[in-house]
């Protein structure tokens, strides 16, 4: 592992880091455009000039320098002052200089670096040589070449990530210019990324362009539902509204990127067709009062026909606390109750799959859930919900978020149906009791995505209308039911699946940390308790 | 993708273009590599490089068009725009400058009715002013196809010219000229 030294602070790197990464290491700061941690690198935009004290000659750039041991670099003389602020001057020589008609005004490294190591007076004697602005090349692009600092960033993202190379810089020197093939436009589906990766205004998104000035947006994170991959989020908001999702940084399940459908699945929150009222045969009730109703129900079928007459379907599209807790109240209350998971997607699921992030499996537990039926050991597939409706024996089911008639198709159905779920759909429909469940950026838990990583969600805005986290829901159906003993916070469910689930052993919530955990494919074979980070009562 | 065609022609390469082009391709560990001289082929045979032409080029060498493009927009000696048939391109460099070359270019230019591109009406003519040919010794200069006239004088230039309206063929690059491209591709 090389030593190095940034400004005079010694720093011990993994071999193959660069001097941007490795000042970052040592807490400097070292500023740059066309450097991006997943791209290649370029070393043309010049921002990252450093001098070298020892084992090299300087200045040079520091995205294109590699680690070794005994270099020294320096990144606060005078000379490399100097340097930021001559290259500076050169990026704004034809910059038209309207930020107050730029959407990427605020969150701009022009911006960001003119005021931190700019600062100077035109010296342009020259007009200023203009480019195309407002080129609409995608679906969620606008492109303003005006803008552009040509640091290349988006070509080599269109070449190395989506491998589309639409993107390219045309003629020479000054007259540069980005742009796409004339009478061509962007055709894959990770565009929100251009303009996340886009260090100016030249790439900015059309479904966000002039909503909302970034200054006022807070970002919470939390990670993506709309498929098993599980990208992990900003989700940035305001007064309570979701005005978009950016891609979080985890190397391990999204790196700096996520896929379109998920980006635009923010309107989902705020959308028609969310549930946000609880609703019981007799029309819209209060949450409580349909719970009731629902666990007299579940009394009277499971004392008139047996335990086996009631059921319960985990959710694919739900947490693993909502699902936990869920099976937890049922179990407890009718201990005979019958289980089942029915993987598949949802009629509301996006058609489009690749092999860079979009996951084929569109739920974003689906990996979690099955980890909690292999705990219970007594969960039956979709061929056992079928022929246990077939022969009429299950009266009452309990569906949790997924739309499980429609993924089951042709079915006899049950005498009666309670919906625990976030958007209208087919089994909501045909349910007697509809219980509102809050979306995953309204509630604190946990998804498992298809590797097995445990990522975790926190509350970005309140739960809409009257929904609830599934855990809470659970909870109060099992006070209807008798039972009091059960947590409804998530920690605490959290705690109490990972003392019961054998690949969650030793995990909790709040140490999942930003970037998840894996669950264990080889459960442990003693039990190890989970950490209590439960706060104290 | 562009549906326009090329000169009111859909553009295609022959089979033996196609074998040409194979063979250059072979000569580099990438076939991207094969994009200059296969641009260099496609001007020679469309005359100027299109939006459809560079669609072509950008597929026969397996890369998005817009490589093609930003490739050819590098190269001031890759037209992206009609040229005549004739391309006068008069050197204005040091030598030639002092020479007279000026006087050559406002001459050509007061013989025929050049629109903002350079070009005659009739297509004929296309002037360029360009830069040292490494012709110094024997300025005023110009190149036309690839060959080049020296020691260019007014009356001289008319003679020249005079031939290409009469319908000359473009003449053959100097012998020399072809023994040095030859040695360069062996």
């Known amino acids: 592992m090389p030593t190095v030294k940034v400004n005079g602070i010694e720093v011990e790197v993994a071999p193959g880091t660069n001097m941007i990464e490795a000042a970052r290491q040592a807490g400097v700061d070292i500023p740059h455009y066309c450097y991006h941690p997943h791209l290649p690198v370029a070393g043309n935009c010049r921002m990252c000039l450093v001098d070298v004290e020892a084992g090299g000659r300087g200045p040079d750039i520091a995205c294109n320098m590699q680690a070794r041991d005994g270099l020294a670099i320096r990144t606060d003389t005078d000379n490399v002052k100097r340097m930021r602020r001559s290259v500076m001057e050169f990026l704004l020589v034809n910059h038209p200089l309207d930020c107050p008609i730029c959407d990427q005004a605020g969150e701009c490294r022009l911006q960001d670096y003119y005021m931190e190591h700019g600062q100077h007076h035109s010296r342009l004697a020259d007009e200023k040589i203009t480019r195309t602005k407002r080129q609409d090349i995608g679906d969620l692009i606008i492109l303003d070449a005006d803008r552009c600092i040509a640091c290349s960033r988006c070509v080599r993202f269109s070449d190395e990530v989506t491998k589309t190379g639409e993107l390219r810089l045309f003629n020479r020197t000054d007259h540069t210019e980005i742009g796409v093939f004339p009478g061509t436009r962007l055709s894959h589906h990770y565009q929100g990324c251009l303009a996340d990766i886009c260090p100016v205004g030249a790439l900015t998104n059309k479904d966000f362009r002039f909503q909302k000035r970034s200054w006022y947006l807070r970002a919470e994170p939390s990670v993506c539902d709309r498929c098993a991959t599980g990208c992990n989020i900003d989700v940035d908001h ?125 739920n974003p537990n689906t990996a979690g859930v099955r980890l909690i039926a292999e705990a219970d050991g007594a969960v039956g597939d979709a061929e056992a919900l079928r022929a246990a409706l077939a022969d009429g024996g299950l009266r009452l089911l309990l569906v949790l978020a997924d739309d499980v008639l429609a993924r089951l198709g042709e079915v006899r159905r049950p005498e009666a149906l309670a919906f625990f779920g976030t958007w209208a759909n087919a089994t909501s429909e045909a349910a007697r009791w509809v219980l509102p469940l809050a979306a995953a950026q309204e509630v604190e838990g946990s998804f498992t995505n298809f590797q097995g990583r445990v990522q975790r969600l926190q509350p970005a805005i309140p739960a809409a209308g009257d929904s609830r986290p599934g855990q809470v829901l659970a909870a109060g159906l099992a006070r209807a039911l008798g039972e009091d003993a059960l947590p409804a916070g998530a920690a605490g469910v959290f705690h109490d699946l990972a003392a019961n689930v054998p690949a969650f052993f030793g995990l909790s919530l709040a140490g999942l940390g930003a970037e998840g955990a894996l669950v264990h494919r080889e459960p442990p074979t003693e039990q190890v308790a989970p950490p209590d980070t439960r706060p104290a009562p | 993708m562009t549906d326009q065609a ?33 641009l260099w082929m496609a001007q020679h045979k469309f005359g100027w490089l299109s939006l459809p032409v560079l669609e072509l080029v950008a597929e026969t060498v397996g890369v998005p068009p817009s490589e093609a493009r930003a490739v050819a927009s590098f190269y001031t000696m890759l037209k992206k725009k009609p040229t005549g048939r004739y391309v006068l391109q008069v050197c204005h460099t040091l030598s030639c400058a002092l020479n007279g070359a000026e006087e050559i270019i406002r001459h050509i230019e007061s ?76």
């Not at chain 1, 005979?336 to 598949?344: N, T």
């Not at chain 2, 490494?134 to 005023?140: H, I, N």
Request: hydrophobic share 35%; aromatic share 8%.
């Open chain 1, 238 to 362: 305001d007064h309570g509204e979701v005005f978009r999702y950016r891609p979080r940084r985890n190397d391990a399940v999204n790196k700096s990127w996520m896929c379109d459908f998920g980006r635009l699945s923010y309107k989902r929150l705020a959308a028609e067709d969310r549930i946000l009222t609880a609703r019981g045969p007799e029309g819209a009730e209060g949450v409580d009062a349909v719970l009731a109703g629902l666990a007299a129900a579940v009394d009277a079928a499971a004392r008139d026909h047996g335990d086996g007459s009631v059921g319960l379907v985990l959710g694919t599209r739900a947490t693993n606390e909502a699902n936990w807790a869920m099976l937890r109240a049922l179990r407890a209350a009718v201990p005979g109750a019958r289980v089942f998971l029915v993987e598949g997607n949802d009629p509301d699921a996006f058609d489009y799959t690749d092999d860079l992030l979009v996951h084929a499996d569109k």
């Open chain 2, 111 to 186: 013989k025929y009715d050049f629109d903002e591109n350079g070009n005659t009406p009739d297509g004929l003519f296309t002037l360029e002013r360009v830069e040292c040919l490494a012709s110094c010794g024997s300025g005023p200069m110009m190149q036309v196809g690839e060959h080049y006239y020296e020691r260019l004088t007014p009356e001289k230039v008319d003679e020249i010219l005079a031939g290409f309206e009469s319908g000359e063929p473009l003449p053959t690059p100097r012998p020399e000229a072809d023994e040095w491209q030859w040695n360069l591709q062996s």
């Open chain 2, 6 to 38: 090329h000169n009111g022609e859909k553009v295609a390469w022959t089979e033996q273009e196609l074998a040409e082009i194979e063979e250059i391709a072979s000569r580099y560990p990438s076939r991207r590599s094969a994009m200059l001289p296969v």
